[in-house]
């Protein structure tokens, strides 16, 4: 996500700098990670009954691996955003990293071309993550022997990676909610069609609050959505034949 404004938020830390950018994480993330690391222990406690501290260590390695994973992905698609925003001679501030995602503290310089590209630098980004994991899958395969009893583990990181480039495309670029990326899309294209930056934003957040209140009712049931289930279920099997048979060429 790419968004403008600068104010600091509460119980935010700076960790580093990426390409001169600071970077900060926000308390809640190193939370979620404590609580996903305890519920995965507990639940391999649950169905083993006795501890078994060798299991217990690989969940703890696996579970910190992910995590890493996920943060440097989302790093990296806010990267794509000040990149973006860069190219077009705008201007970055810095890069938030919370439980819900990313955002990137950036602005294009006012142009909708420029907003679009900013929006769209951020996704992009999940193309070639895919193709790295894609490698090192392909890599761990042909290294079985050497990787021995971690191979399944490491396929398995490398599928979940996979995995993961192909959510957040799907989930940035369909979903159009505000601050999602494909809302930023949204706005720049009827910009670019001639539309008013303010009845852009008005559009954009009634097409938000109908995408949320259709979503809510269908999360509790009020209402069936075949058409989103046809569509979102035809991208999960495509996500899915991808991650099954990550070599398609191969295939052929
Ligand atoms: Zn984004």
Not at 62 to 91: N, P, Q, W, Y
Not at 209 to 224: D, F, R
Request: proline fraction near 5%; include cysteine.
């Amino acid at each position: 996500m790419a968004a403008e404004r600068v104010g600091p938020i509460p119980l935010e830390f700076r960790l580093c700098s990426a390409c001169g950018i600071p970077i900060y994480v926000h308390v809640f993330l190193v939370g979620f990670f404590v609580w996903r690391l305890s519920d995965e222990e507990a639940a391999a406690k649950r169905s083993q009954g006795l501890p078994n501290y060798r299991k217990a260590t690989e969940i703890a390695l696996t579970c910190s691996i992910s995590f890493v994973i996920l943060f440097l992905t989302v790093l990296i698609h806010e990267l794509g955003h000040c990149a973006g925003a860069k190219l077009v001679g705008g201007r970055v501030s810095r890069i938030l990293l919370w439980p819900l995602g990313g955002l990137a503290f950036c602005s294009s310089g006012g142009g909708a071309k420029g907003d679009l590209l900013v929006a769209l630098a951020g996704p992009l980004t999940h193309a070639p993550q895919y193709l790295a994991w894609l490698s090192l899958y392909r890599l761990a395969v042909h290294s079985q022997e050497e990787l021995g009893s971690w191979a399944p583990t490491v396929r398995g990181l490398c599928h979940g990676a996979m995995h993961l480039q192909i959510i957040l495309v799907v989930f940035n670029l369909l979903v159009p909610v505000y601050p999602l990326d494909c809302s930023q899309v949204i706005i720049s294209l009827c910009r670019l069609c001639g539309a008013s930056q303010r009845s852009a934003a008005y559009f954009m957040v009634a097409l938000s609050l109908l995408c949320m209140a259709v979503l809510l009712a269908s999360m509790v049931g009020a209402l069936h959505l075949p058409v989103l289930v046809f569509v979102f279920g035809h991208l999960v099997r495509v996500a899915a034949s991808l991650v099954e048979n990550p070599c398609p060429v191969a295939a052929v």
